[in-house]
C-alpha cells in the first residue's frame, strides 16, 4: 500500500512545505552568493558590472540546478542531461528578467553599487524561479524524473 503524504498537493513528493520552501530559500540563497561573488570579484578588476553579470550568471545558474535538485526538490535520481536542459531553459528566462531588471537599474542610476541592483533584480525575478523549476524543470513527465 502506497502512503500518501498530507502534503502531496502542496509541495513536491509529499515534503512538508516549510522543508521545501526552506530548501528553495537555501538553494538560491548559494546561487545568489555564487553570482554575488563572481561580479564583486570581476567588477573589482575593472569589468563592466553589465558584462560581469554575465559570466556569474553563468556560473551561478549551474551551482543552482544542483542545490535545487538536491535540496529544494530532494532528487534521488542521478543528473541528467534533459533535466539541466528544462532547468537551463526556465533558468536563462529568468536570468534575462533578473538581468533585465539589473540592466534598466544601472542604467537609471549610474552610481548604484551592483549589489544593490542585483539584490533587487533577484527578488523580483524569485518568483519567476520558483515557479518555472516547480512547474517546467523538476517537474515529473510520465514517471521517474528522467
Request: proline share 5%.
Amino acid at each position: 500500500m502506497t502512503r500518501v503524504s498530507n502534503w502531496s498537493g502542496i509541495a513536491p513528493g509529499g515534503q512538508h512545505p516549510v522543508r521545501h520552501g526552506l530548501g528553495f530559500l537555501f538553494s538560491g540563497s548559494l546561487a545568489f552568493l555564487v553570482d554575488a561573488a563572481i561580479l564583486t570579484v570581476l567588477t573589482y578588476f575593472g569589468m563592466h558590472p553589465i558584462a560581469a553579470r554575465l559570466f556569474a550568471i553563468s556560473i551561478a545558474m549551474t551551482v543552482g540546478w544542483l542545490a535545487h535538485r538536491r535540496f529544494t526538490f530532494r532528487l534521488a535520481t542521478p543528473p541528467r542531461m534533459a533535466e539541466f536542459l528544462r532547468y537551463a531553459a526556465v533558468g536563462w528566462m529568468v536570468a534575462a528578467i533578473n538581468y533585465g531588471i539589473f540592466v534598466a537599474i544601472v542604467l537609471l542610476q549610474p552610481s548604484i553599487n551592483p549589489l544593490y541592483a542585483l539584490i533587487a533584480s533577484s527578488l523580483v525575478a524569485m518568483v519567476f524561479a520558483y515557479l518555472g523549476m516547480r512547474f517546467a524543470a523538476f517537474r515529473k513527465f510520465g514517471g521517474p524524473h528522467e
